[in-house]
T-cell receptor, first 114, second 114 residues
């Protein structure tokens, strides 16, 4: 399976601290995305990093990609209680007709304490 | 109003029953997906559709069927529900023209098979 695996499974930090989550995958990818899921809600797309990129920023989010190690990390700086959610990485492989089929990991549950 | 709407939000039913989960979207996207989410396993793809004439099996299609009634509607059926189909089900859409390739998720249907 190409499924991404996040690490740690759960993370608890204080507001203001940085949160780092890691994702490892098994086979070559086209892109890697990170999603956020609040309790009882659907997933929300955060950021995409392409296989030829090493780092990307979006607001308080910083994503890195190391294709040689088949791993990615998501850093949330200056965390807030509202960042409490589960975070998933999704890797894709191009099958046919320009369709990128996504494989989701099992997620990291982040708890930010006020 | 939500861009991707799933109904019902919750359903409890008995083994052997036929169940239909509905998804409708106002985003105008051609591509639609059905996933199931189980604790510790992340999201797994059940079926996906490029347009109303194109339906494809995902990783775990056995025991499920789908119907793409219109560009905006994609329904998932369990012909004879069994307890191990108890899960959280998500519908998603995407636009291949969006360079960031996000998938847009509904808020899910929590299905319990007794």
């Amino acid at each position: 399976s190409q499924q991404g695996e996040e690490d740690p499974q759960a993370l608890s930090i204080q507001e203001g601290e940085n949160a780092t989550m890691n994702c490892s995958y098994k086979t070559s990818i086209n892109n890697l995305q990170w999603y956020r899921q609040n309790s009882g809600r659907g997933l929300v797309h955060l950021i995409l990093i392409r296989s030829n990129e090493r780092e990307k920023h979006s607001g308080r989010l910083r994503v890195t990609l190391d294709t040689s190690k088949k791993s990615s990390s998501l850093l949330i700086t200056a965390s807030r209680a509202a960042d409490t959610a589960s975070y998933f990485c999704a890797t894709d492989t191009n099958l046919t007709n320009n369709f990128n089929k996504f494989y989701f990991g099992s997620g990291t549950k982040l708890n930010v304490k006020p | 109003d939500a861009d991707v709407t799933q109904t019902p939000r919750n359903r409890i039913t008995k083994t052997g029953k036929r169940i239909m989960l509905e998804c409708s979207q106002t985003k105008g996207h051609d591509r639609m997906y059905w996933y199931r989410q189980d604790p510790g396993l992340g999201l797994r793809l059940i079926y996906y559709s490029f347009d109303v004439k194109d339906i494809n099996k995902g990783e775990i299609s056995d025991g499920y069927s789908v119907s793409r009634q219109a560009q905006a509607k994609f329904s998932l059926s369990l012909e004879s529900a069994i307890p191990n189909q108890t899960a959280l089900y998500f519908c998603a859409t995407s636009d291949p023209q969006d360079l960031n390739q996000p998938q847009h998720f509904g808020d899910g249907t929590r299905l319990s098979i007794l």
